[in-house]
């Protein structure tokens, strides 16, 4: 599991690469998908891609914010 900004905007990345690949696939690209019993409909397989990134971007949102203070010394 993720745990920091990085390793989630990394796997956004690859989520959102996927989806592109997915939904610019002609007609005959990836009709379906099947892996051992599992059979998923290329319009499936990109909405549970959309799901797992919206996963993402929620725990990317849970992350504490940095903060970050600057003084600016009115003497210089």
Known sequence: MA???????ELLDAIDAQIL???AG????????????????KGE????????????????ARLPAEETTVYDDPDE
């Open 21 to 23: 690949a997915a939904a």
């Open 3 to 9: 745990t920091t900004e990085a390793e989630l905007l």
């Open 45 to 60: 397989h990109i909405s549970n891609l959309q799901k797992l990134r919206e996963s993402y971007v929620r725990q990317l």
């Open 26 to 41: 002609g007609a005959g690209s990836m009709m379906s998908y099947k892996k051992g019993e599992i059979s998923v409909s």
